[in-house]
């Protein structure tokens, strides 16, 4: 085979037919369980001014400094307006939030996004530069039930995909935005005449963003930190107690989770609640998502101060964890019926029975091409179809067809108008795919 001309992007993978199923999949348990809990959806688009990233996810975190994908079209890339696309929902949703005035609707606003992300990473396995995120926002209250039902809800997600047991929900609080404050101050004092012993990116890291360097791979900064303050002790007892009543309440609800003291999250935005979904074998690494309380977001980027907690999945890493868990979704794409015709006649025949058969929720390949009815056959195996008709000169002349069972190998010869009720009770009515809009709401002229 040539080589061909272009390839996707680095870090970037077409969806093909195999996967969408995982994600139709996917996308229907979120739409169900969000449903069942009052959340609408939201689509904030794919790009946004760079500033809604920058200010809400924070400047110096890893999402914005190194992995943002800025938007360079036609507007002056100096006039301050520059886009990025997005590297995540929450920022986005916020905006939106604020710009539609949804501080006006009925408190808390529920939200569900599903879509693709970018970041501009290094990709290796399980991160790519366009992947695809589940969003769940609950925003404008702030209490410990809020965060029980919104973990409760992305819980159900995963048992529904059959992979919470695979998962360990860790869990931790991090206090308020003044707590943080107060201990990033303390691990700068910590620092101080030590600066030397930190490599360069963890020295810039001091200064920009302290925090950052406990998630530091760096040996040497580990061996420092073991001696450093730790963030629990300055978590406020307000906030202790807010995470004691969101455990007992998770409890209550029958989750399983795992108290993380360590767990801080890579995004600025978060404060009190942060937890994550780990891989059981592996830990942090394949992470299927996590979020948190953000309760300062809201303000940050322009609006009033309103309280938020979100979560985040990744798409693909769901997939990975499904098929690793041998979880077989429905294919909805299969071909129930391949009808093969030779000669003008039958061709002209078929044409309508094709058609006759998708009306009626089959899903059904014609081959109408020229081929030789043995060639036919064969894509029809390759197809996978369960049901093969089969339309020569003589069947057009008797008025008759084939119908061959590709399973069972066996064939009859029945009448032609027997084709679609035979295969009909074959397949099942519950089995048919009929396509029918019947919740829509007609307006009448006296409405
Ligand atoms: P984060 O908020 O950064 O923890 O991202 C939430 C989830 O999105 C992660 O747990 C991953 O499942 C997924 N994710 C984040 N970045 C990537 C990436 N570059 N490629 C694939 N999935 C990603």
Redesign the pocket.
Known sequence: MPEPLFRTPKGTHDVLPDDQMYMTYIKKAVRHRARQAGYKRIDPPMFEYRGVFERGIGEHTD?VEKELFIVTGKQNADDGKQMALRP?LTAGICRSYIENAMQQLPQPVELYAIGP?F?Y?RPQK????Q?H?LDLEVIGLKDPSLDAQLIHVVTNILSDLCILNRLTLQINNIGTAENRAAFTEALKDYFIGKERNLPPDDLKRLQTNPLRLLDSKEEDTQILLRNAPVLSQYVSDESRQYHDTLLEYLTELGITFVENPGLV???DYYNQTVF?YWDASSGAQN?????GRYDGLIELLGGKDTPGVGF???M???IWHMKEAGVKVPNKDQVDVFVAQLGPEAKKKCLSLVSALRERGVHTVGALGEASLKSQMRLADKFEAKFTLLLGKLEVKESTIILRDMKAGKQKQIGIDEAIPQIIEALGKENLDTYVLKDHMKETAED
């Open positions: 999402i995540e992300c970041r990473d399980g991160r790519y530069r992947f995120q999250r890579g995004l994550e992470a299927i998502g996590g979020g985040a999945g990744g693909e890493r769901i």
